[in-house]
């Protein structure tokens, strides 16, 4: 079993940046690849980044390559979604997730847990 946590959502103004982070109870965090994902209102979940096991291997969906970064420390059992540049269009609730199998999967479906989700609120 694996518990995640997510937090560093808020309000920001378009242009600018914030970082998400993502906790994960247990020892056996090294063994998932990690994912973020997110949710607009009214519209499906779409995937935003993910990363490997040992962080060698990122991922990212089209709309946020060039300004999101994916990392993590295996040490601290934390995956980070550093988010620049953000715009209108990022409003999302924002959720961690961690896949057993894969270098980093952007189907959800793969994902066996997930967080309960921060929310990233962008003015123009």
């Known amino acids: 079993q694996v518990q995640l946590v997510e937090s560093g959502g808020g309000l920001v103004q378009t242009g600018g940046s914030l970082r998400l982070s993502c906790a994960a109870s247990?020892?056996?965090?090294?063994?998932?690849?990690m994912g973020w994902f997110r949710r607009a209102p009214g519209k499906e979940r779409e995937f935003v980044a993910a990363?490997?096991?040992?962080?060698?291997?990122?991922y990212y969906g089209d709309s946020v390559k060039g300004r999101f970064t994916i990392s993590r420390d295996n040490a601290k059992n934390t995956v980070y979604l550093q988010m620049n540049i953000l715009k209108p269009e990022d409003t999302a609730v924002y959720y961690c997730?961690?896949?057993?199998?894969?270098?980093?999967?952007?189907?959800?479906?793969?994902?066996?847990?997930w967080g309960q989700g921060t929310q990233v609120t962008v003015s123009s």
């Open positions: 997730a961690a896949a057993g199998y894969g270098l980093g999967p952007t189907n959800g479906d793969e994902y066996n847990y």
């Open positions: 247990g020892r056996t965090f090294s063994t998932y690849a």
């Open positions: 990363i490997s096991r040992g962080g060698a291997w990122t």
